[in-house]
């Protein structure tokens, strides 16, 4: 059973390109989070994503930033235009649909590097 | 919003020793506190959670207490061992989300 995974684990973009980054959940889990991690700190919540819906986004920046999750296909967390700011490890985690607050599986993450 | 306090931000003990880790949150209505650990460069592993119907809970040489009253929950671990080493974050979900609200993080090292 493989658990979450996420690509590309390393990212290199010069300022002003853009970045995307692809999680896929457990198999069965239809519930995908994005959180940031700045270097030594703690996990911030970015974006809360259900198939083809946005449920909660109030984490995100609101310009430059933006999710989604297709129908079919990985969830797709996207950065236009970055900035040296952008720099950061960011994680996706995954939960199941059983209508209760569920434990959320984190996959090894994408470092973003902002030159 | 849910805001989680995590104590202390670095922790050392002896191997053997027994360490604790307190959050404090602010939302008295979250009932979903996990606690992950994060070595070095790996992904948030998911160590032991609690939910707010319950007061403690134990999985070999952890346990979490719950604190509804006063709002904060700990996490002990006993005899402690190297590989224990690691970063340690607290997390509570506020009520009516799914999101995870993450404490600071703990270091704790763990010498032979």
């Known amino acids: 059973n493989a658990g979450v995974m996420q690509n590309p684990r390393h990212l290199v973009r010069r300022r002003g390109q853009e970045a995307r980054l692809r999680c896929s959940p457990m198999k069965g889990h239809s519930h995908v989070y994005w959180y940031r991690q700045l270097p030594e700190e703690g996990l911030k919540f970015m974006v809360y994503?259900?198939?083809?819906?946005?449920?909660?986004e109030s984490g995100m920046p609101k310009e430059r930033f933006s999710a989604e999750f297709p129908k079919e296909g990985p969830s797709i967390l996207r950065i236009q235009q970055v900035v040296r700011g952008d720099s950061a490890a960011y994680f996706c985690?995954?939960?199941?649909?059983?209508?209760?607050?569920?434990?959320?599986?984190f996959g090894p993450g994408t470092r973003l590097t902002v030159l | 919003g849910e805001n989680v306090e995590q104590h202390p931000s670095t922790l050392s003990v002896q191997e053997g020793d027994s360490a604790v880790i307190k959050c404090t949150y602010s939302d008295s209505a979250s009932n979903y506190f996990p606690w992950y650990k994060q070595e070095l460069g790996k992904r948030p592993q998911l160590i032991i959670d609690i939910r707010s119907n319950v007061g403690e809970k134990k999985d070999q040489r952890i346990a979490v207490t719950l604190n509804k009253t006063a709002k904060h929950f700990s996490l002990h671990i006993t005899e402690t061992q190297p590989e224990d080493s690691a970063v340690y974050f607290c997390?509570?979900?506020?009520?009516?989300?799914?999101?995870?609200?993450f404490g600071t993080g703990t270091r704790l090292l763990v010498s032979p």
């Open positions: 994503l259900q198939k083809e819906n946005i449920i909660d």
């Open positions: 997390a509570a979900t506020p009520p009516g989300f799914q999101k995870l609200v």
């Open positions: 985690a995954s939960s199941s649909d059983r209508g209760q607050v569920n434990e959320q599986f």
